[in-house]
C-alpha cells in the first residue's frame, strides 16, 4: 500500500509539472505604431580627428543619431546616450564618418511619459571623444549603461569591447578593453538576471553572449543565435513573463539605394523567445514577430508601461513608441 502510494504523488508531481510546462504562455509584442520622435540633435563642432569629408574644429548643422539608451538618473531625470556624427551625402560613401563620440540628452521632467512630446530632450556636451580616451581606437560606438553600486558602468564597441565608468552620468572615466574579437563584437546590451550580467553584442551572421559577476570579468563567449539570412545589429534582451525575448535587427545586403540615409538603418526588428537565455536558435526556430524599429530599447516607465525606442526610423531622430503584450 506504501508503494502505490509513493508512487501515486509521483505521478501527481510529474502531471502537474507537465500542465505547468504546457500551459505557460509566451506573451507577444505589439507596438502602438505611433511614434513619437522625442529627440533631435542640435548642430555642434565637429570633435575630431578629421575623416576624408568632416574637419575637426567645423561646426555641422545637422547630425545624426544611431544606436542608443535610456538611463534614469538618481534625481529622476532621463537621459539617453548614443552614437551620433554630422550628416555626410550618402552619394559620398561612408555615411558613417566621425563615430567617435556619444550624444547625450536629457529631460526636462522625471516622468518618462511625459516626455513623449516632440523634441523634448536637450542636448548635453557629447562625452568620450578621442581626445577624453587616449590609447583606443576612435570609433565609439552603440554605448549601453547599466547601474552598479553607485556608480554607472558603460559599454561600448566596435571590438576592442571597452567600459567606461561614472558616478553621475556627466563625467566619464575610461577604464580600458575588456575582449576583442577577430570576426567582430558591436552594439552590446546588458541584462542582470540572478545575479549574473549577460552581455549580448553582434557578430558575423550571429548574436553572441558572455557573462560576469562583476562587469569587469567576463566568460568566453557562447552564440546564442545563428542568422545565416541578414547579419544583425543593435541586440535588446529582456526577461518578461518567465520569458526571454531578443530583439535584433536586420541589416539585408541590397536593401539601400544609396542616396537616401533613411535607407541605411533596416527598421525591421525581429523579435525572439526562449526559456534558455543563451539559446534563441537559428533563424526563424525561435522567432515569434517582426516590430518597426531600427537600434530598437525595450523598458519601462514608471507606471510598468513599456515602450519601444527607435532611430533613423520613421525619422532622423530617436522615437518612441508604445509596447503592448498580447
Known sequence: MK???TLLIVVSIFLVQCKSKTSKTVLIPKQANKFVEVYQPDG????GPDTKVLKEGKFYERWIPNDHTFVKAEDGKWHIFGITHPYTDPKLGSIHQGE???????????????????DHYSDLPKILTPKERPGEITANHAPYIIKKDNLYYMVYGHSPMRLATSPDLNNWTPKGTFFEEEEGARD????????TYYMTYCSEKCVRMRTS????????????????????????????????????????????????????YTHKAHVFASDDLMDFGTDQEKQITI????????????????????????????????????
Open 44 to 47: 555642434d563642432v565637429f570633435f
Open 100 to 118: 567617435f563620440a556619444s550624444f547625450h540628452a536629457i529631460s526636462s521632467v522625471t516622468n518618462f511619459k511625459e516626455t513623449l512630446s516632440v
Open 291 to 326: 516590430l518597426n524599429a531600427h537600434a530598437p530599447e525595450i523598458f519601462q516607465g514608471e507606471d510598468k508601461q513599456w515602450y519601444i525606442s527607435s532611430v533613423m526610423y520613421p525619422g532622423y531622430g530617436v522615437s518612441v513608441d508604445k509596447l503592448f503584450w498580447e
Open 213 to 264: 559577476k562583476d562587469l569587469l570579468n567576463w566568460s568566453e563567449a557562447k552564440t546564442i543565435l545563428v542568422t545565416n539570412e541578414f547579419d544583425p545589429e543593435s541586440p535588446s534582451v529582456i526577461f518578461h513573463n518567465d520569458t526571454f525575448y531578443l530583439f535584433v535587427c536586420a541589416w539585408e545586403k541590397g536593401s539601400w539605394d544609396r542616396i537616401e540615409l533613411l535607407g541605411a
Open 3 to 5: 508503494t502505490k502510494l
Open 188 to 195: 552590446p546590451n546588458l541584462i542582470l538576471h540572478d545575479g
